[in-house]
C-alpha cells in the first residue's frame, strides 16, 4: 500500500499494522483475564467467612502503623479490601451529621486495627454473629469506636 504524500511505504502485511492488533489482543487478554479474577473472588458469603479471612490476615500481618505487609493470599486480600471500604462508609454523615454506620473511628485509625475490632467482635459473638457480614462489621465498629453524643452523633 502506497501512502500518498508520503515517500515511505509500508506493505499490508507489515509491522506497523500489527502492532494495533497486537496491543488489541494485550488489552482483551488483560479483561478477559481481570473479570476471571474477580468471578473467582466471589462476594463474602457471611460474617462468619468474613472473620475467617480477617483472621489469617492478622495472623499473617507484619509491621505497624501505616507500615505494614499483609499476606497476599485470596482471603488477606479479602479481607482487607472489604474492610478498607468499611472504613470508607465509616465517615459518610446524613444531613444532620449522623454518622450513617454509627462508629466514629478516630481519623487515625488504621485498617488493620478495624480489622483487630472486627475479629474481636466475631470471636466474642461467635454464636450470634449475624449472617450479613455488613452488619456484623456495622456491630463490631459501633462498639469499638461509639460516637459521642454531644456532636449528635
Known sequence: MLLWGSKYWAPPDSRGRKLPMRYARILSLGLVATVAFAWSAAAIENADELAGYCQSLERG???????????????????????QA??????????????????????????????????????A??????????????????GAYPCRAEHGD
Not at 501505616?66 to 474492610?83: K, V
Not at 446524613?94 to 488493620?112: F, V
Not at 454473629?129 to 465498629?141: C, S
Open 86 to 123: 468499611m472504613q470508607d462508609l465509616s465517615v459518610l454523615a446524613d444531613e444532620n451529621g449522623h454518622r450513617i454506620m454509627g462508629a466514629c473511628p478516630p481519623e487515625q485509625t488504621t485498617t488493620l486495627q478495624l480489622i483487630r475490632s472486627f475479629v474481636r467482635y466475631s470471636r
Open 61 to 83: 500481618a507484619k509491621g505497624a502503623g501505616r507500615h505494614i505487609y499483609i499476606p497476599s493470599t485470596r482471603e488477606a486480600l479479602t479481607c482487607w479490601g472489604y474492610m
Open 125 to 142: 459473638h461467635r454464636s450470634e454473629l449475624p449472617g450479613n457480614a455488613v452488619v456484623a462489621v456495622f456491630r463490631a465498629l459501633r
